[in-house]
């Protein structure tokens, strides 16, 4: 914005000297004020010009909360000769959106859930994965390797590449909810001499609702292949399902882990659909009453990956900034702040025991035993079916 | 040259161009940001969205078939958001005028303390609206303030202080009184009480001189006043996705909802319902009350 310019006013009007209340205050007069105002706004303004054409490359990331914290940007910045700027998003839907609609052309990276990768790289907004550039790449468990392969390769070529892990499962406020045999019933049948109604929150999103929805009616064969396929008559018993649990033990729908940790604290609910990062978020926090459940049936695993737009003006750069989330320290790090296991085992060498022992020490072969979250093959009828559960 | 002088002196000194030189600002900012991205939305609700998200200009009627493609045709996600959207604007239009019309009524007739309830109703204006929102969260919802204190007192808890259509009437009606109350108070305060006084000495009762002199008087800002409520109600997103604990899904969610996806086509023709939906309300709005301000005035 340029600095207000002096106009006729201001040369008809005397240099102010008097306060409101009428006492003479030494200072300058206004025409100067402005003057000396305008010229250090221009400076600044040329400045920063000279500074966009001579300066520090800046890489701008959209993704996590986590990411975003000065311990992490901090440590990617030591290694990169880039400034790091990063936005926070709370969902890969709305980075997808954001990109398909022209920030794709803002941003050199976003780091979404792996289940979009495929969609970033059929739009043609994500590039290739220059896998021999990245030099931590080696050292990421076989299990992300070759996930790169298959879930994150569209016709064999990688579009991105993992930097943590998790999976889902819920939680449950133990002072309420007795010990119990972990499964997806419980968000939906409830739990036998217990009242849950009107006490239990779901993801308030199509995929991880219905994805839960479907391992509790045994359809984990959709979940086998490259893309999770739910035949019509499972999507319809996947929604009657959902619909059923709205109207008896459904709290609410929570937006992200924000959401759960507000509403089982605040009492909302008891028992809530939920990452294990976010429980070991609250118990690191002291929070002793929350505890995790990982179904029988088989936790839905995630884990997040960097695509690296088209459109960048630095893509080595960019890639250089990717390998520094997988790095040994760096990538301790990101775990330290998120609570959540790099895909790099090397990170465990920078983390205390007991951190290693909370997150960083997850043998993704554990995820092996777990169902991977992937792209949706029929998404479309996801949503509509999503869309009628809402406002059933 | 002094031909054109005068041409021009006629075109800038003419009643028509000085207008012209007027609205143009306000005429070229109403092109720029609402008839064009409209126009534009109006497009895309013929086009098609490919699987790789990218817009096809192919014109197609298949997203607005797609709004009533069911049996019965009010069962589909649309029209049921579009109805309960209804539904809940109207109530909070209704709890905002029944609340606002005493108030606005207390305010003309009364100097005294005019400026304090002033003060006091446009308060909430100085907060964000999220801020607003948060804090019914925070009183509504099993866990909320509202049911601690319903249970404290044993009658708790209250379902209607959970999360729900109630609470976002709530929420709504807070967000939205203030408009009705300006808006119900501009108009009160032109009446000529003289006229309520001498129906009174005429016989009528308080009732009727409610029901036969004031409420016509006043149904002009009556009406717009509900407008300024039951729009904003009628499009929002943020309150029922707080107040509700995102169980229902108005209009406004589903169409934010389907944007997010980038089912930008589908989106845009929900909106364009939308946006018809609410110019027919104003257009009755404004015949109905130029009749009423003509006939009996």
Known sequence: MSPRQPDASDADAPADTTSDAGHPHSTVGRRSFLAATGAAASATTLAGCLGGTTGTPTINVLTWEHYARDDVAAAVEDAVDATVNVTKSISSEKMFAGWQAGKDQQFDIAIPNNNYVPKFAAAGLAAPVPVSDLDSYPAIYDFFKNAMDTQLAVDGTPYGVPIRFGYYGYGYDSRAVPDHDPSWSVLFDGIDGVDLSSAVALYDNHFKAMSAAALHLGFRDAFDGDRITLSESQLGAVTDALIDQKQSLLSGYIAGDASFVKGITKGDFHVGHTGRMNVTNMRADGTDWIEMATPTEGALSWFEAAVVSTQTDHPDLAWEVVNEYIAPETGATLAREGHAPSVNPETTAHLSERRTELYGAIDPARLADMIPSKAVANEDAWRAAWERVKTA | ?297
């Open chain 2, 1 to 297: 040259m002094g031909d054109t002088d005068s041409v021009l002196g006629r075109l800038v000194g003419s009643p028509r161009a000085r207008l012209a030189a007027l609205l143009a600002p306000s005429g070229g900012l109403l092109v720029a940001l609402l008839f064009a991205p409209l126009s534009f939305m109006v497009a895309v609700s013929f086009a098609r969205v490919s699987d790789a998200s990218r817009i096809i200009w192919h014109p197609t009627a298949a997203n607005y078939t797609a709004l009533v493609d069911a049996t019965p045709f009010w069962s589909t996600p649309f029209v049921t958001s579009l109805l309960l959207s209804v539904g809940i604007a109207a109530a909070t239009t209704v709890v905002c005028l029944v609340a606002a019309y005493p108030v606005a009524y207390a305010l003309a007739r009364r100097d005294r303390g005019r400026r304090v309830v002033f003060f006091l109703v446009l308060l909430p204006f100085f907060t964000m609206y999220l801020v607003r929102v948060y804090s019914w969260y925070l009183l509504f919802g099993d866990g909320g303030v509202l049911n601690d204190i319903a249970t404290v007192l044993g009658v708790g808890p209250v379902d209607a202080f959970g999360f729900g259509v109630p609470a976002i009437v709530v929420g709504l009606a807070h967000a939205q009184f203030p408009y009705m109350l300006l808006t119900l108070y501009a108009g009160i305060e032109a009446v000529d009480f003289d006229v309520l006084e001498a129906a009174r000495d005429l016989g009528a009762s308080r009732r009727a001189v409610f029901r036969d002199v004031l409420l016509p008087l006043t149904l002009p800002n009556v009406v717009a006043g509900s407008l300024f409520v039951f729009v904003p109600a009628f499009g929002s997103f943020v309150a029922p996705r707080f107040l509700s604990g995102s169980t229902v899904l108005l209009v406004g969610q589903l169409i934010a909802g389907r944007i997010d996806s980038f089912n930008i086509a589908s989106a845009s023709a929900a909106a364009t319902v939308v946006v018809v939906l609410i110019a027919a309300a104003f257009g009755v709005a404004a015949r109905y009350t130029d009749a009423s301000a003509g006939g009996d005035h």
